[in-house]
């Protein structure tokens, strides 16, 4: 057999014994009505009836994938995609808490709006430093950038180390996919692209290398209704 060349050490190409993370988008979530929706109202949606389908189909698309394991988050969006991958492989979903979705006005109580708190005009303006900067950080009375990245960073890793060798889907949220990603390739910023609803991002792992093979695979969701970001 050939001997692996530096590159294909550094990204683990063909290499038998690395695992490999899908990182799974959950399907769309029904939005609250952002005119009335307190904190609470948007921690834990259920997934809309286009996110049901969405779900459905990256479970068909993965079926033939020699998924050994699946983990989701325990919001109920998250663990219903997981489920989806799971039924086809005959598995039971894992719910790991810190895969969860960023806190945004945690600190704030359950009932509260933070139009109230903020003001409309302070509102906007977070927005556009998120715009700016994609960082959760500009979010006051929010979980912080440094608290999501320790929760996500050992909640992945905790996965990867109990499977290695192995194919491991993780439903999850896109600010969770795109920490992951950043963190893969030591960015400092929070979000690297916009994940659609139900896609794939690929990793492989082993050796202490983390590596990615693609990012926000939605090729399945067409025809394109069933597409949403």
């Not at 139009?115 to 009375?141: C, H, K, M, N, S």
Request: charged share 20%; aromatic share 8%; with cysteine.
């Amino acid at each position: 057999m050939k001997p692996a060349s530096p590159m294909d050490r550094a990204f683990l190409t063909d290499d038998p014994d690395a695992g490999h993370l899908l990182l799974v988008r959950h399907g769309q979530q029904e939005f609250p009505d952002p005119e009335t929706a307190t904190v609470a109202d948007w921690v834990d949606p259920p997934l809309s009836a286009l996110g049901q389908q969405q779900a459905t189909a990256v479970g068909k698309y993965l079926a033939d994938h020699p998924v050994s394991t699946v983990y989701s988050s325990h919001l109920s969006r998250a663990h219903n995609t997981g489920l989806a991958v799971a039924g086809a492989h005959g598995l039971d979903v894992s719910v790991v808490p810190g895969l969860a979705e960023i806190e945004l006005f945690s600190q704030l109580d359950d009932d509260a709006r933070p139009v109230d708190v903020l003001g409309e005009q302070a509102i906007q303006g977070v927005r556009e430093r998120f715009v700016q900067a994609r960082t959760w950080d500009v979010y006051p009375y929010s979980e912080s950038s440094l608290e999501f990245r320790r929760r996500v960073g050992y909640s992945i890793e905790g996965i990867m180390a109990h499977h290695p060798g192995e194919t491991v889907v993780v439903a999850c949220h896109s600010g969770v996919i795109n920490l992951i990603t950043a963190m893969v390739l030591g960015l400092e910023t929070d979000f690297v692209f916009r994940a659609a609803h139900a896609s794939v991002s690929w990793l492989r792992f082993g050796n202490e290398k983390r590596v990615i093979e693609s990012l926000n695979d939605h090729s399945f969701l067409r025809p394109v209704e069933l597409l949403s970001y």
